[in-house]
């Protein structure tokens, strides 16, 4: 579904030039959930905009669905680490938004159905009409979660999108995101900085190393779902591939060997 | 303890308090008169000055309704000619180096210098005291129009371009609603400024209106009648800046809370 080809960014800035990402190949397949994980300034957010189709990249090559990626894509949807809702929007409103943009050749009557069935499925049903700032962050974040699925996207891209909310609220999203994932096969890619959200969520991990951003290591996760940040019944699994993970992440410049992992 | 905690949340203290104000006010002023026998060519009692007022009612809402059409013209004019201007200004950065350092030459210009000129060109009717308020609440808004314009959240920005949305929905849907707040703001200052415009505008030469009573008055030594005339001055002042508040918590309901 997702195909990067020796893709490579360099960006030019005032104090000269920066490699944020250099030489990845990765395949992610359809209905696959990969996440990303490395140190920040990796270039891992970087990485997902190439994808998304909001920044070109400098070398290599990026195709979705076949389909060589130059601008974003419809069937493409970005979740962001704040849920970056309009304030003068209602909820159900804000989860049209995609819906609106796309014109007129949407049946807009069967999206307004799809969005209200949405909102239901993320426990927001009754809370349509509400204005952003009446609600939680957790709360908020599941609007922005509703408004990424209304176009029935093929892909999802999301950047950090449990980061911002407290451990609760994030167990819950993230059983949440699961559960809609195996409901409505769509492939998703993941970028986080927690290891253990890493794991819980994905079928492979890939680590990125810092500056630049390199394929450190594509780690596949074999436990059964659903899984569970919270009462957990893969402890051990979960915590033996996140020991692995730290190690992965912990190590210094000069032990890195970037691996092939195509 | 309590009384503290009335007097702070309660919403008739909220009325209440500044009426008290008021009220202390005129009476400190009535006092100052008393107690140090001011002459009443010289400063006349609150009293003199309400019964100036109720002398010829008339006539006064007539010269207050004539500053009033004055000040809501170029008020309107300025919105009108401002927020284009912003507007281009935030677009283009060529355009934005060529006129910006313009309007800070004009906004830098003392306005009542001004005055004698439009009354050169333009005699003594209505139409230089509606330029005057025009100059004073051109630049404000401009100001705060660009400045809303641009303050736009980036991560919204990417947003839309992540939803494929072509240049004209991103200013419609995003950018023009996101800067309203940032303009009534600038409204808002601008509002108080285009009373003023309009007094400096009759004060350079003018047959009605508020300002022109004020220096006609002078003429005369009836200081009671000036006092009624600055008075009505201000009660326009406070209905229009609390019209623009009203009218945005109308309009923009969302924005008290995210801002």
């Known amino acids: 579904m997702i195909k990067l080809d020796g893709v490579g960014q360099v960006f030019e800035g005032r104090a000269g030039r920066v490699q944020a990402l250099d030489g990845i190949d990765l395949h992610v397949q ?47 949807s970005f979740m962001f680490q704040r849920p970056a809702l309009l304030p003068w929007r209602s909820v159900l409103s804000n989860v049209m938004l995609p819906v609106e943009i796309s014109g007129g050749d949407l049946d ?15 426990g927001l049903d009754g809370f349509e009409r509400r204005l952003p700032h009446e609600l939680s962050g957790g709360m ?60 819980v969520l994905a079928d492979r991990v890939v680590v990125l190393t810092p500056r630049p951003g390199r394929l450190r290591e594509v780690v596949e996760i074999d436990i059964p779902r659903p899984r569970s940040l919270g009462q957990n019944a893969h402890l051990t699994e979960v915590a033996q591939i996140s020991a692995h993970l730290h190690a992965l992440l912990a190590e210094k410049q000069a032990e890195i060997r970037p691996v092939d992992a195509r | 303890m309590t009384n503290r905690s009335w007097l702070t949340t309660s919403r008739s203290a909220a009325v209440l308090l500044p009426i008290l104000g008021l009220v202390a006010a005129i009476a400190l002023w009535w006092l100052a008169i008393v107690a140090f026998s001011i002459e009443s060519f010289l400063l006349p009692t609150p009293g003199a000055v309400a019964a100036k007022f109720l002398e010829q009612p008339g006539y006064l809402l007539q010269q207050t309704w004539v500053s009033f059409l004055e000040t809501i013209l170029g008020f309107g004019l300025a919105i009108v000619a401002g927020v284009p201007i912003a507007l281009l200004i935030v677009r283009s950065v060529i355009l934005e180096r060529l006129v ?34 025009l100059l004073v609440c051109f630049f404000p808004i401009v100001i705060s129009t660009a400045q809303g314009m641009k303050s736009t959240p980036a991560e919204l920005v990417e947003l839309l371009r992540s939803l494929k949305a072509g240049k004209a929905q991103e200013f419609f849907k995003l950018r023009l609603i996101y800067a309203l707040p940032q303009v009534f703001t600038g409204l808002k200052v601008a509002i108080s400024l285009a009373v003023i415009g309009s007094v400096i505008g009759e004060f350079a030469g003018a047959t009605e209106g508020l300002g022109y009573v004020i220096t006609s008055s002078g003429a005369t030594a009836d200081v009671a009648l000036a006092f009624a005339a600055i008075a009505l001055l201000s009660v326009m002042s406070i209905i229009l800046f ?18």
Not at chain 1, 32 to 49: A, H, N, P
Not at chain 2, 103 to 127: D, H, S, T
Request: proline share 6%.
């Open chain 1, 140 to 199: 908020q974040q599941r609007v922005s979660l509703c408004r990424s699925l209304i176009r029935r996207p093929k892909v999802m891209l999301m950047d950090e999108p449990f980061s911002a909310l407290d451990a609760l609220t994030r167990t819950e999203l993230s059983e949440e995101l699961q559960r809609i994932q195996m409901e409505l096969a769509t492939t998703i890619v993941f970028v986080t900085h927690s290891i253990e959200e890493a794991v």
């Open chain 2, 100 to 133: 910006y350092p313009l309007l800070l030459a004009v906004n830098a210009i003392p306005k009542i210098a001004i005055a004698p000129l439009l009354v050169v060109w333009w005699g003594f009717g209505q139409l230089p005291k509606v330029l005057m308020v």
């Open chain 1, 108 to 122: 807009r009557k069967k999206y307004v159905e799809r969005a209200h069935e949405l909102l239901e499925l993320v």
């Open chain 1, 30 to 76: 359809e209905n696959e959930f990969v996440t990303l994980i490395g140190r920040s300034g990796c270039g891992k957010s970087t990485l997902l905009r190439l994808i998304a189709g909001l920044l070109p990249p400098t070398y290599g090559g990026v195709a979705v669905a076949g389909e060589p990626v130059t601008a974003p894509r419809r069937d493409v």
């Open chain 2, 242 to 259: 609390y019209g623009l508040v009203l009218l945005e918590h109308l309009l923009l309901p969302w924005a008290q809370e995210t801002r």
